[in-house]
């Protein structure tokens, strides 16, 4: 397999696109707003006007979009994937949405005997430039075997997990422990400023402890400094926790602590704090305290 699509080229499409082309596969790509296709055009990627081209050009398309929503569209609407269907074709998609609606999406695309598999990811474009992602997989295990060298390339640890729905029902549950651990650092940090303790301090405690994560030995140091460049951003963080709050309301259980983080996220991006990078809640945390 040596002929990939990718269709999404925001921060962690173009990273994983620029790897590939790295890897000596031949890149066909597209995004809705074209300016974002200058870097992989340089690179050597062919970029087409629509995902049908995409899927033309490639054996194995992976989309890497926003949403459930974003993701139906490029699918399945005027030009889609399903548009450039062919014998060879098989989907995968790496954008983090609902497990039912990942089932359902593998049902239409089944429905066009197209495999689609779902391949969400842990880590971002800083590491997907080098191909150290960790990716958790489900779907037909004959097409992820069939893919499995292109999944080695784009992630250095690869899970096959099970039936369709199922990696993303893992992701939501990793995303989980994102949410918290960042709230967790801006409510310590928090609480150690207000107590005149230099936060440097206490993160320094923090790291020498069983409880020290990567999180807190290098993102919350941005933390304190106020640098919030985004690698993943508050606003499809929240999107994330609502996917997450949904899907507890689907598999009829409760998850307290991630509703509430949910509302705490979502009167952050009021405060208009989406664009900046998830770290950033601690912001919303010196607005409520100032
Ligand atoms: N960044 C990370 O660290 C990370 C890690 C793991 C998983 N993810 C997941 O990966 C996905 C992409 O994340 P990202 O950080 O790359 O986000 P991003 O920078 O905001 O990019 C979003 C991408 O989705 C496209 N898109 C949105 N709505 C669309 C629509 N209706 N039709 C077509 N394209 C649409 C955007 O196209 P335009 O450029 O035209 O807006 C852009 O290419 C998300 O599901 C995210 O949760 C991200």
Known sequence: MQKIGVIGLGMLGNAVALNLLDSDFKVTA??????KTTQLKEKGAT?????KEVA????LVIIIVKDANAVKQISFEDSGIIKGNHEKLIVADMSTIDPLESKNISKKFQDFNINKLDIPVMGGPNI??????VMMA?????????????????ANKVFFIGESGVAHSV???????????ALALAEGITLVKKSDVDPKIFLE?????????GMSEKKAYKMIDGKYDATFTLANLKKDITTMTNAAKSLGIK???ITKAEEVYENAIKEGLGDIDYTGIIEYLKKINE
């Not at 004959?142 to 390339?153: D, L, Q, W």
């Open 56 to 59: 033309e050009n490639s054996e």
């Open 128 to 133: 997907a430039i080098t191909g150290d992602l």
């Open 255 to 257: 998850l307290p602590m």
């Open 30 to 35: 597209y995004n809705r707003t074209r300016e």
């Open 47 to 51: 970029i087409v006007e629509s995902p």
């Open 171 to 181: 992701k939501l549950a990793m995303n989980l422990q994102i949410t918290m651990l």
């Open 205 to 213: 405690i923090l790291n020498s402890t069983y409880f020290k994560t």
């Open 138 to 154: 489900s779907g037909n295990k004959g097409s992820f075997e069939e893919c499995e060298k292109v999944f080695k390339t784009i």
